[in-house]
DNA sequence: GCGACAG
DNA sequence: ATCTTGTCGC
């Protein structure tokens, strides 16, 4: 089992991921519409951590957007590559994703990640990070609200209102099941918002999180399992 | 200055 | 994220 590591030039500091980020947040493309949801193919991707043990590993799950059957699957383990620190969630889950998104048989498609993308303190998250890297459409399905605010949706399944950061709407908050807690919706990369709720909607006819969070989920962990138990274990 | 803060 | 038992419900 290979280990993979963090990529060269990797930013070391708070301030030198910061920094990146500055840089990279003027190629976001904003002005696609995105993929038709409900056709072609959606991945999730999710990473899991063991901290005592220094890693970290990703899943990325493919799935048929018309039938959410699973197409393809790839995993990646690795070092963590940086700590987490509220605003640079992506210098820690990025190499492990990207090292799994290139093992994936087929190509990714969408990209729905466990996060957020414009919905960020320099509107440049998670999503909008890997979207800028790989050039493929992303967007972000965060579990909590962050540092935003939003009015509570209607209480059935495809209320929304309004993510905010003081007055400017970065995402939405979106009610996918009738009579749970919403998701937090944001776009991340050549995808507009309006298509990145169509497509939360799409991914979740049973459960809260879409059906590529929860696959990509359980799959992590298990490759987190199976890398943890592994006789080689992490050496120096 | 202090607390909050995606995963 | 992760640490963790039982428990209520489909």
């Not at 519409?33 to 999710?46: E, I, K, M, N, Q």
């Not at 509220?86 to 492990?96: Q, Y």
């Not at 994936?104 to 466990?114: A, R, S, T």
């Not at 509570?152 to 709407?169: C, H, K, N, V, Y």
């Amino acid at each position: 089992m290979t280990i993979v590591g963090v990529p060269a030039g990797w930013p070391a500091t708070e301030e030198e991921a910061r920094t990146v980020q500055d840089e990279l947040r003027g190629r976001v493309v904003l002005d696609e519409p995105g993929p038709p949801p409900g056709t072609g193919l959606v991945t999730g991707v999710d990473v899991a951590y063991d901290d005592a043990l220094d890693l970290v590993a990703a899943a990325a799950v493919v799935l048929d957007a018309t039938t959410l059957d699973v197409v393809g699957e790839a995993t990646a383990v690795g070092r963590v590559s940086f700590p987490y620190v509220p605003g640079l969630l992506a210098f820690r889950e990025i190499p492990a994703v990207l090292a799994a998104l290139d093992r994936l048989p087929c190509p990714p498609g969408l990209v729905v990640c466990d996060g957020y993308g414009l919905a960020h303190p320099r509107r440049f998250g998670l999503a909008s990070h890997l979207g800028v890297l790989t050039g493929l459409p992303t967007i972000g399905v965060a579990k909590n609200p962050f540092t935003f605010t939003y009015d509570d949706p209607g209480p059935a399944r495809g209320g929304s209102a309004p993510l905010l950061a003081g007055a400017e709407e970065v995402g939405r908050a979106l009610r996918t099941r009738d009579g749970v807690k919403p998701v937090f919706v944001s776009v991340g990369h050549r995808v507009g918002l309006a298509g990145a709720v169509a497509h939360t909607l799409a991914l979740t006819p049973r459960f809260r999180l879409p059906e590529t969070t929860r696959r990509a989920d359980a799959l992590c962990r298990q490759a987190l399992r199976d890398a943890a138990s592994f006789p080689p274990p992490p050496g120096r």
